[in-house]
């Protein structure tokens, strides 16, 4: 695992595509293993707490959210991938982290 610093002075959507992309540069064997990929929509991760809680970024999030008004200023956070559920609009949430491996993420 691999902390790093973001610029949160972006969008949202800016924000979980360079989350990703760092994910992929600092773990392309992990990422291969999962199948994470540039070419995933960044609406397919999102950012939570150590804690578990998922803070939605994505869902309703345009070019124009603003990532510094969703999140706060040098916290930590963890990437994890949202996994759509059986029913529609039903998301389950693995953590990319492994610490984080046996937390249980919602939103």
Known sequence: ?????????????????????CYINAEPQAAFDQGIEMSLPPTDFDIATPEGKVLNLGLDATIETRAADMVENRATYVLVQRIPGEEEGAFTFKSLCPVYAEVEFAA
């Open 1 to 21: 695992p691999r902390a790093i610093l973001l610029n949160c002075n972006v969008s949202v959507l800016i924000l979980l595509h360079h989350a990703r992309k």
